[in-house]
C-alpha cells in the first residue's frame, strides 16, 4: 500500500484537502494510508524550540539539522524503502513522469520546510531529495506536499474510477489535453465543434491530436523539445 508520512511543524494541516473527493474516499478505503509527525516533539529546550538564526547572518531562521534528524530517525526505520522528499523551491521541478515512478512505490516521507528552510547537512546526512512543485515560493512545504500527494494518490489502482484512468491526460502523452465540450450542444453562441458530434472516432482522435498539438505549441512549446 501507497503510505505517506509527513514531517511538519503543522500536522493540522492534514489531511485537508486530501481528505476530500477521490483522496478522501481512496483514504476512508484503506487505498492508501497517511500519517504526520510533529517535528517539534524532537526540539530542544522548554520552547521545544526547532529553528535558530542562519550561520553566517541574513534574515529568518533555519530548521535545525540536528532537530530534523532526531525526528526523522524516530519516524523512519532504516531500511524504509520510501523516497526521503524535501519539498524545497531549489528542488527538481515536479513532473507527471516522476509522479506516476513515485505512485508505483511504495509511498514518500516528505519534509516540510518552514522559515527560510533547512539546515543543508541534514538534507546531505538524510539522503533528502529536495523536489519543487514550480518557481515560486510558498510559506511552507505543507501546501506542495498535498501537491504532490494528490497527484499520486489519484493514480492509486481503485482510487479512480477506469473511466477515468489517467491515461489520456495532459503531460501523459508530453502534450497538454485537447479541448472538452459537454451539453448544451449551444452555449452564448458558440457551438460545440462539428467533428465531435461526427460520431466517427478517427477523426475525432485525429482532431484531438491537432488541438493538443497546437495548444502545447502556443502555451508550453518546451514540452516539444523535451527528448
Ligand atoms: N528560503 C527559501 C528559498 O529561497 O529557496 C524559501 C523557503 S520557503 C519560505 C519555506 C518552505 O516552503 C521551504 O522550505 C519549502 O519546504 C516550502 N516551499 C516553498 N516554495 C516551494 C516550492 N515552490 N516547492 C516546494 N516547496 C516549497
Known sequence: MFRASIFTLYPDFFPGPLGQSLSGDGLARGLWALETRQIRDHGLGRHKSVDDTPAGGGPGMVIRA?????????????????????????????????????AQGPGVAI????????????????????????????????????????????????????????????????????????????????????????GDHAKIAAWRRAQAQAITLARRPDLLKRP
Do not use: N, W
Open 66 to 102: 540536528d532537530v530534523l534528524a532526531a525526528s526523522l530517525d524516530a519516524g523512519l526505520l532504516p531500511d524504509d524503502p520510501r523516497p526521503r522528499l524535501l519539498m524545497s523551491p531549489r528542488g527538481r521541478p515536479l513532473t507527471q513522469a516522476r509522479v506516476r515512478d513515485l
Open 111 to 198: 519534509v516540510c520546510g518552514r522559515f527560510e528552510g533547512v539546515d543543508e547537512r541534514v538534507i546531505e546526512a538524510r539522503g533528502l531529495e529536495e523536489v519543487s512543485i514550480g518557481d515560486y515560493v510558498l510559506s511552507g512545504g505543507e501546501l506542495a506536499a498535498m501537491v504532490l500527494l494528490d497527484a499520486c494518490v489519484r493514480l492509486i489502482p481503485g482510487v479512480m474510477g477506469k473511466l477515468e484512468s489517467g491515461a489520456d491526460e495532459s503531460f501523459e502523452s508530453g502534450l497538454l489535453e485537447y479541448p472538452h465540450y459537454t451539453r448544451p450542444r449551444e452555449f452564448e453562441g458558440r457551438p460545440i465543434p462539428e467533428v465531435l458530434l461526427s
